[in-house]
Nanobody, 122 residues
Framework: QVQLVESGGGLVQAGGSLRLSCAASGRTVSRYTVGWFRQVPGKEREFVAAIDWSENTYYADSVKGRFTISRDNAINTVFLQMNSLKREDTAVYHC????????????????WGQGTQVTVSS
């Protein structure tokens, strides 16, 4: 079993930056793909980015060139650097550990954090 805790969310003006952290405990996640998803009330959970065990990265078209996913296996943590933030990036951001299926599908992930709120103001 894996426990995931996200942090780093907050209120930021459009054009600003935030770095989210996803700290894992219970077992190491260095051999697993970890993804970031975001969700707005009333909408489906949306894929943002993922990073696999070989540090290959995958991004939603909406965040390519603005967000960067990375991992530091020494501290069992995955990061999401978010730059050039837009109001439409406002959401609760969750990290998750991949199980099987498509990296782009929330249903393919088996362990989830509680989420951290990101609010982008004008």
């Amino acid at each position: 079993q894996v426990q995931l805790v996200e942090s780093g969310g907050g209120l930021v003006q459009a054009g600003g930056s935030l770095r989210l952290s996803c700290a894992a405990s219970g077992r190491t996640v260095s051999r697993y793909t970890v993804g970031w998803f975001r969700q707005v009330p009333g909408k489906e959970r949306e894929f943002v980015a993922a990073i696999d065990w070989s540090e290959n990265t995958y991004y939603a078209d909406s965040v390519k060139g603005r967000f960067t996913i990375s991992r530091d296996n020494a501290i069992n943590t995955v990061f999401l650097q978010m730059n050039s933030l837009k109001r439409e990036d406002t959401a609760v951001y969750h990290c998750a550990v991949f199980g099987s299926g498509s990296y782009y599908s929330a249903s393919s992930y088996v362990y989830w954090g509680q989420g951290t709120q990101v609010t982008v103001s004008s």
